[in-house]
């Protein structure tokens, strides 16, 4: 029989683990169903990670916490949890099957323990885009820490042969003078490369740098001084332009554990900004 003086205490804790960082349990509720034969104990575990097993065990204290017996008629999310337990886990314990009675100050105790387990090197072949520079491919390799290469371009290459600015050229040396023309020419290319780290399950984040080149030129005609023309070439718009210690940073999401998809930030000198994005395939 149930009396009066049951107590749910669901504030009494426990947390045995094998890892190094410890997760803590908390007791969220108690619930009596089932004409007062069965209680339904709630839990959360924080933080949790998918190269660990977790292990859980209810227990029951009718002294108030001096004491307590492993209760065995439980069901639920009890015992060795076959997937990670990211939500509210409930179990449910059969008084009577355990004890013949309910009484005294009642404190249930959830006990947890963790394994370690080898985390598998994955590999990521990543598709790269960036509005400059959609051509791109990464190469990942990642236990829970790794590394990664990435490599971009727009497959553009063009010399200058002077400097312009929003006035036209800047530096011109010739005799004669100078028309900008109507065509301008984007060139762009990076490899850079850095660490990768898995965050949370199926989360990575990673930051790297290398370098980075994104140069936009300008047409232009020149002419001598009796107006005949002189040459014709391309100047590259140095207000506009990047070349030097390109950094990126961003995440990737792996879907159905083989297909990863990213997102990024890339920067060349602080001064040039874009975003890119990435799909490929893990394995």
Do not use: H
């Amino acid at each position: 029989m149930l009396k009066n003086s049951y107590r749910c205490l669901v504030v009494w804790l426990s947390c045995l683990s094998t890892s190094v960082f410890a997760q803590s349990v908390r007791v969220t509720n108690t619930e009596i169903i089932e004409n007062q034969t069965k209680v339904v104990v709630s839990y959360q575990i924080t933080p949790v990670d998918d190269d660990k097993v977790y292990t859980t065990a209810l227990f029951l204290s009718t002294d108030g916490g001096t004491t307590f017996q492993q209760l065995k008629a439980v069901s639920g999310n009890i015992g060795e949890l076959k997937e990670l337990p990211v939500y509210n886990q409930k179990v449910v314990w059969d008084i009577f099957k355990d004890v013949a009675e309910l009484t005294g100050s009642i404190v249930f105790e959830v006990r947890l323990t963790t394994k370690l387990i080898p985390v598998p090197i994955k590999q990521m072949v990543m598709y790269r885009y960036t509005p400059s520079a959609p051509f791109g491919v990464t190469y990942a390799r990642v236990r829970k820490i790794g590394y990664y290469g990435s490599i971009k371009t727009n497959f553009a290459s063009q010399s200058s042969d002077y400097e312009a600015s929003e006035k036209g050229l800047t530096n011109y040396n010739g005799n004669g003078y100078w028309q900008i023309g109507s065509e301008s020419k984007v060139t762009r290319f990076s490899i850079t490369g850095g660490g990768i780290y898995k965050w949370r399950r199926d989360i990575y984040v990673y930051g790297g740098l290398g370098y980075g080149s994104r140069r936009l030129l300008w047409s232009y005609d020149s002419f001598k001084a009796d107006d005949t023309a002189d040459k014709s070439g391309f100047a590259e718009v140095i207000d506009v332009s990047y070349t030097g210690v390109e950094m990126e940073f961003g995440a990737i999401y792996l879907m159905r554990k083989f297909f990863p998809v990213s997102f990024g930030l890339n920067t060349i000198n602080g001064g040039f900004w874009e975003i890119n994005l990435g799909v490929g395939y893990c394995f």
